[in-house]
């Protein structure tokens, strides 16, 4: 669980994240959005103690943020940057073993040989494990650094999950495989938070969406709730039509041309 009051963060004289509060839960998918520069990854930086808020507090699973080091973090925190892009000479296996790392001092055992491979046979990926990783296309290597983040949590009551734009770049087919691994990992128990652009995809994946503008919480709820044509307009400066689905179980926004 994360929970979160009067986040600050600022860098000079500019505020980035400002007066910030929200919880994510676990067994929910929370979906981080909002224009271009609102802070989402800064905020997402601030959760993951990547950065350090000037003011506020954050816990995790109960402890105050500040208490835990990055050691500590490691054993039950997963973050998927932004940009995974590596060009380097490892092969599918060595990248999902790196989730491992956190668990062990000199070599892996057993057990975290076997967790890498089922993390990476979850992600459809085992039959690539002795490929060059720059041998993959986009969305494959995304789906093993999934599977990396997924070795390094598994199976962890108390796992959280933090996601930055994790389909940017990818066709439909890999923005679907994502976010229903995201989702299945909140149901089964897991606190997921996850950046996304797609507003549409968001009101899709999401059980609670928190709405950012110009580092302020403009609103948080389900997303019938939060996705108002009002609000959208207010925070995106675009006219849109929502149109509410029963069948599909979820909103549908459509810009007005």
Known sequence: MIEATGLHF????????ENVHFSAKPGEML???GPNGAGKTTLLKLI?????????EIQINGKNLADLTL?????????LPQSNYLNINLTVFEIALMGR??????????????????ALREMGMYGFKDRLIHQLSGGEQQRVQLARILAQIYQNPNGILLMDEPINGLDLQYQQIILDKARKLAKQGLTVMCILHDINLAAQYADQILVLKQGKRIAMGSPEEVLSEDLIFSTY???????????LGYPIIVPIT
């Open 71 to 79: 050691e500590d973090l490691a054993k039950f925190r997963a973050v």
């Open 31 to 33: 979906a981080v959005i």
């Open 10 to 17: 600022k860098i000079g004289s500019r505020n980035i994240v």
């Open 48 to 56: 993951s103690k990547q950065l350090r808020a000037e003011s506020g």
């Open 237 to 247: 400066h675009t006219r849109v039509k929502k149109i509410s689905d029963q069948q």
């Open 101 to 118: 790392y956190p668990h062990f001092k000199s070599k892996p055992n057993e057990s975290d040989l076997e967790i890498t491979s089922e």
